[in-house]
Each structure stands twice: as structure tokens, then as C-alpha cells.
């Protein structure tokens, strides 16, 4: 592999890892980063010890063959009084974005809901589960991943019997889905007003 190839790979490697957040195999990486079999393991080594310096705030962590990026163990107490403070805190108008959609279509993926923000929402969601207001389940059609869906906890705190009593929610829920599939709102709107 070239090194201009090397470096750029190495980046889209790190990306991955970071947004992503779980842990992914070599396989995987592979698949995504279009590489062949086995040219993970010396992009993982050398972000590894891209990683390993003392201006690096991030680390690879590996386990059972699978890799991830993790805050290095040394700034535990700096982050440790982040998410106390977060956790401690009113809803961010983030965590707010991120309950609605949850609300409204959960169980959704980690991935479906990044998309629909534009940014990742690793720290997010983990903060909406620590307060019990999501619950997460395995993803029946992907190995490794999770569904997030509104906990029992958030409807009785909202004061209602079942999620679907939210304001306009097979309304909002068709919107967005209409928007994921790129169907156009305005043909839309004009096919509802039209008499039948």
C-alpha cells in the first residue's frame, strides 16, 4: 500500500472507529474501508501508536478481536466532572433532538438517528440512558448494535398511557419517514387536499 494510501486510510480508519463508538471487528473494517484480508492489522498498529503519544486524548482498546477508540484512562477525573455535571444538568437542546426523534420512532438505530441529526450522538444517548429516559435493545438484524426506544419511565413522566398518545404522532412519524425516503412533502401536502 502506498503511503499517501496508508495515511488517508489510516484517517478514514480513525473516523470510522470514532463514529461508530461500538466495537467493530477487523472483517468489518475491512468491508467498509474496501481493504483486503488482513490490511487492518497494520493500519490498527500504526493508529495505535499514532494514538499512543501524550498529546493524543484517545486510545485503541482491543478485545476478543474487536477495536475501539476510548478516552485514555489518564484524564478519567476531567471527564468523570463533565458527565456529572451534564447528568446533573437541564436537558441540552441535543439531548432534547435526540429524545424527540427516539420518542417519535423509536426503537431507532444509533446509526438512523446520526443521520437524521448530522452528528454523532455516542455521549448523548449514553446521558439519555444514564437519566432512564431511553432504554436500548439488542437490534434483532444486526449483530453487535442496539435499538433505542423511549423507557417507560419518559411516557409516565409525560403523564401519558403509551407513547402514540405524543401530540401528532402518526403524523410526525410519517413526515420523517417521508422524508428518509426522499418523497417530496409539497406532492404530498397536495395529495392530502385533494377531495377524494
Do not use: W
Request: proline share 5%; with cysteine; aromatic share 6%.
Amino acid at each position: 500500500m502506498k503511503e499517501t494510501t496508508k495515511s488517508s486510510k489510516i484517517a478514514e480508519l480513525e473516523a470510522l472507529l470514532f463514529i461508530h463508538g461500538e466495537p467493530l471487528t477487523e472483517q468489518k473494517i475491512e468491508k467498509i474501508l474496501e481493504l483486503g484480508p488482513g490490511e487492518s492489522e497494520g493500519l490498527l498498529k500504526t493508529l495505535e501508536e499514532k494514538l499512543t503519544g501524550g498529546e493524543r486524548g484517545l486510545c485503541l482498546i482491543s478485545s476478543s478481536g474487536k477495536f475501539q477508540l476510548s478516552t485514555k484512562p489518564a484524564f478519567g477525573n476531567i471527564l468523570e466532572k463533565f458527565v456529572k455535571d451534564e447528568l446533573s444538568g437541564d436537558l441540552t437542546a441535543a439531548s432534547l433532538e435526540a429524545l424527540a426523534i427516539i420518542a417519535y420512532l423509536g426503537p431507532v438505530s444509533r446509526s438512523r438517528l446520526e443521520y437524521l441529526r448530522g452528528v454523532n450522538s455516542v455521549f448523548t444517548l449514553r446521558n439519555l440512558l444514564l437519566r432512564g429516559l431511553i432504554e436500548r435493545e439488542p437490534d434483532p438484524k444486526r449483530l453487535n448494535s442496539f435499538l433505542y426506544k423511549p423507557s417507560v419511565q419518559l411516557i409516565r413522566h409525560l403523564g401519558l398511557a403509551k407513547v402514540e398518545a405524543l401530540p401528532d404522532f402518526e403524523k410526525l412519524r410519517t413526515t420523517i419517514e417521508d422524508i428518509e425516503k426522499g418523497k417530496d412533502l409539497g406532492e404530498r401536502k397536495n395529495n392530502e387536499q385533494q377531495p377524494t
